[in-house]
């Protein structure tokens, strides 16, 4: 059969991705939930891998089958590819996040969808296919071992798209913070696979850097410890996602930095203890940020921190305090998202009567879709949207890398926070975000276009303060 994967894009990431000068490639990263399930199909099929961000959908491909893979943003995207093939008569299979949420939802447009991990459930899909004969939804087991997991077969890509390999040494997350689309999808099991394979994978890498892509590659500090030691000797450079807890062992983190670490995204969230406990973040300690973000300087380890905006504890002075304690912690680079209750978590279900904006493609943590209760969601819009303006002014961009060349040690990790900070600060300037801040601004209506909310029935508490 000849099989066509198919990773949908839209808004403004689709546009990024055909620009020849600035076209984003320092933000495409992985393409990795696609090679797993090329990876695993059954010999003696032809594969063909399309991603969206930098090529067209090719409609009039002659394909036997077409898989689409779907995270919540892109589900209406997904939906039309999958669309438009079932009526041209080729059966649509979707995976990934959304489909596995909402499984429901995503078989209107499909003619199965696959629940969870590819592995151990895409052959049967695919020996269906041949068939035509598909059972609906294939629900992989999640408590599946990692054990086995073939290459990723990175020659399906046009790799000079990307700008690195994805790696995935685990998969979820143990903790069991309520917001979190990862938790929802793994039931809060951390999943790893044996080191060995890790290890001769990474070292098959044609390339010295490479990216962790997992959710929390720290999360059991033995194991991190043994992939770190057994990583050393490969001497490459990799980034990826960790707790901040990470920093409780000083030893792990040296480990990690000997094994190549230059960068790590971490989730603060908030700096708020009140706004962590509603969402049930306990891992995140508030007054240790900073002994932990200069911990993991020390060790020339750059990080990226997660920032939210829009809980329930957060008011219109939380944007300028949140600058400011950025700047404090000298932190290198953030991804500011704006709070969204995803599908299959219990945010979701608790926030169901605040959920203003249905359209999933909103659901892209730059968009608000719920009625906030500290602000209005013009303000959550704009305040959001002025914080990542403000941050990478290209003076504290500046500032920033100016100290950290005079930190210790910090050498390795500067190449890589000097380019994705040019790298967010181009998508600032491309994709004109403004905003401004609520608690000492007034409102411009020409600054948010992007807010279109209408106000809803009274907020109903769903945080005890
Ligand atoms: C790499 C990545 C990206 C890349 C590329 C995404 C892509 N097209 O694949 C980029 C940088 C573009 C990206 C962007 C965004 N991302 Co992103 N991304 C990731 C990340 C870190 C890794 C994905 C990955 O490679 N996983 C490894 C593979 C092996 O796992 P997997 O994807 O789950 O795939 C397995 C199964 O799901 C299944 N499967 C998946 N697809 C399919 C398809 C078929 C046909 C089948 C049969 C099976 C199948 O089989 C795979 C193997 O078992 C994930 C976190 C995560 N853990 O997944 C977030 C994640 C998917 N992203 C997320 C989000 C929110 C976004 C953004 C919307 C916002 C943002 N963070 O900036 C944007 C939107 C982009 C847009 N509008 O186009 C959320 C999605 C939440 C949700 N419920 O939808 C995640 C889960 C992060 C998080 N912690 O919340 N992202």
Not at 87 to 102: E, K, S, Y
Not at 306 to 330: I, K, Q, Y
Request: neutral net charge.
């Amino acid at each position: 059969m000849k099989i066509l994967l198919i990773a949908p894009s839209s808004g403004r990431w689709r546009q990024v991705g055909r620009s020849r000068l600035f076209n984003g490639r320092t933000f495409r990263f992985s393409l990795l939930s696609l090679l797993s399930v090329a990876a695993e199909t059954p010999r003696g099929h032809t594969l063909r891998i399309i991603d969206e961000q930098f090529e067209d959908v090719p409609w009039d491909a002659d394909a036997d089958l077409v898989g689409v893979t779907c995270m919540t943003a892109l589900a209406p995207r997904a939906y039309e590819i999958a669309d438009f093939f079932r009526a041209r008569g080729i059966p649509v299979v979707l995976g990934g996040m959304h489909p596995t949420f909402c499984p429901d939802e995503a078989l209107q447009h499909a003619d199965a969808v696959v629940a969870g991990d590819a592995e151990g459930v895409w052959p049967q899909v695919v020996e269906d296919a041949k068939e035509r004969s598909f059972r609906g939804v294939y629900r992989s087991e999640g408590t599946r071992e990692l054990r086995g997991l073939k290459r990723p077969p990175y020659h399906l890509l046009r790799l000079g798209r990307y700008s690195t390999y994805p790696v995935q040494a685990t998969r979820g997350c143990p903790h069991r913070c309520a917001f979190c689309a990862i938790t929802a999808f793994s039931g809060g099991r951390h999943r790893k696979r044996p080191i060995d394979e890790i290890i001769d994978e990474v070292a098959a890498i044609p390339s010295r850097s490479f990216i962790f892509v997992d959710d929390n590659l720290t999360a059991d500090r033995d194991y991190a410890q043994q992939l770190f030691e057994a990583l050393r000797p490969l001497r490459k450079m990799w980034i990826t996602q960790s707790s901040l807890d990470i920093a409780e062992d000083s030893s792990l983190v040296r480990k990690a930095a000997d094994a190549g670490c230059v960068g790590l995204f971490v989730g603060l969230e908030t700096f708020s203890k009140r706004n962590l406990a509603c969402v049930n973040k306990t891992i995140n300690r508030v007054d240790d940020y900073r002994e932990a973000v200069k911990m993991l300087h020390a060790y020339g380890i750059g990080v990226e921190a997660g920032v939210v905006f829009g809980f329930d504890g957060d008011d219109a002075e939380v944007f300028s305090h949140t600058v400011d304690m950025l700047d404090e912690l000298e932190i290198d680079l953030i991804q500011a998202s704006i709070f969204t209750p995803l599908p299959g978590t219990p945010q979701f279900e608790a926030m169901q009567d605040r959920i203003l904006d249905r359209n999933w493609q909103h659901y892209d943590f730059h968009h608000v879709v719920f009625e906030p209760k500290g602000m209005s969601a013009e303000s959550l819009q704009a305040g959001h949207d002025w914080v990542t303006r403000e941050f990478y002014r290209p003076w504290r961009i500046a500032r920033r890398m100016a100290r950290h060349a005079v930190r210790s040690k910090g050498t390795k990790s500067f190449p890589f926070a000097a380019a994705i900070n040019g790298a967010y600060y181009g998508r600032v300037r491309r994709w004109h975000i403004e905003g401004w801040d609520p608690a000492s601004q007034t409102p411009s209506k020409a600054a948010n276009p992007r807010v279109r909310l209408q106000p809803v029935q009274a907020w109903k508490e769903s945080c005890a303060s």
